[in-house]
C-alpha cells in the first residue's frame, strides 16, 4: 500500500526553526515534494527532492533520506505569515505525475 | 499568482446535478492535474492528462470524467452529483510530467 505520515499539529514561535517530519512507503519512488497550503488557498510548490541529502533554499531546507523513507522540512527565521498547513508528497515510479499527498501539518506561529 | 486559472470559482448545486470546471494550465504547460481535497479526506489525485491523452489515474469516480483539448486546458465533470462530492477542486500544471505542479486557486464546489 501508500502511505505517507506527518505530525498533525506543530506550535512554534516567532522567530525560531521548525522541522516538520515525513515518513512515506510507496510503490516506488521518484520525488519527494513540499507544498504550503493556506487556509482555503492552493498549495505553493516549496521544494523538491530526488536524491539522498539536503536542498537549500533561502529560510526553507528541506533533506531526504531513501533509504529510510523519510523527509523533513526545515523552517528558519519563523515568521507569522508562515502559518499554514505543510503538505508533504511523493510520486511513485510508473505512475506518470501522480502525487500521493500526506494530510498536511498545521503549523501555528506564535508571537 | 501560479499562473493556472480555474472557473468558477465557487458552485453550489443540488443532489443529482452535473456540473462541468475549467482549467487552464500554464503558458507552455503540457501537463494537466485534477485534485480533489476535502476535510477528512486531503488532497487526492484524480487524473492526469498529457498534450491531450490520459496519462495516469487516481481513485477517479465513474461518475467522473476530464478531457484535455488541443488549447490545453481541461474540463473536469462531475455528474450525478452526492452531498459527499462537496470539496475543493484543483487544477495543476507542469511543463512535462516529472516537474513541480503549480496549482491553480480551486473551485469550491457545495452540492445541496
Known amino acids: 500500500g501508500q502511505n505517507i505520515d506527518q505530525p498533525t499539529e506543530m506550535t512554534a514561535t516567532e522567530g525560531a526553526i521548525v522541522q516538520i517530519n515525513c515518513t512515506y512507503q510507496t510503490s516506488g519512488f521518484n520525488g519527494l515534494f513540499w507544498y504550503q497550503q493556506h487556509a482555503g488557498e492552493a498549495p505553493t510548490f516549496l521544494s523538491y527532492n530526488v536524491l539522498d541529502g539536503l536542498e537549500e533554499k533561502g529560510r526553507f531546507s528541506s533533506f531526504l533520506s531513501r533509504s529510510k523513507g523519510y523527509s523533513y522540512l526545515l523552517l528558519k527565521e519563523l515568521q507569522m505569515k508562515d502559518s499554514a498547513s505543510y503538505l508533504c508528497?511523493?510520486?511513485?515510479?510508473?505512475?506518470?505525475?501522480?502525487?500521493?499527498f500526506g494530510q498536511g501539518t498545521e503549523l501555528s506561529v506564535k508571537p | 499568482d501560479s499562473g493556472v486559472t480555474q472557473t468558477p470559482k465557487h458552485l453550489i448545486t443540488a443532489t443529482g446535478q452535473r456540473v462541468t470546471l475549467r482549467c487552464s494550465p500554464r503558458s507552455g504547460d503540457l501537463s494537466v492535474y485534477w485534485y480533489q481535497q476535502s476535510l477528512d479526506q486531503g488532497l487526492q489525485f484524480l487524473i492526469q492528462?498529457?498534450?491531450?491523452?490520459?496519462?495516469a489515474k487516481g481513485n477517479i469516480l465513474e461518475r467522473f470524467s476530464a478531457q484535455q483539448f488541443p488549447d490545453l486546458h481541461s474540463e473536469l465533470n462531475l455528474s450525478s452529483l452526492e452531498l459527499g462530492d462537496s470539496a475543493l477542486y484543483f487544477c495543476?500544471?507542469?511543463?512535462?510530467?516529472?516537474?513541480?505542479?503549480?496549482f491553480g486557486p480551486g473551485t469550491r464546489l457545495t452540492v445541496l
Open positions: 508528497a511523493v510520486r511513485g515510479n510508473n505512475q506518470g505525475g501522480k502525487l500521493i
Open positions: 492528462y498529457y498534450n491531450g491523452e490520459e496519462r
Open positions: 495543476a500544471s507542469s511543463p512535462r510530467t516529472h516537474n513541480e505542479q503549480f
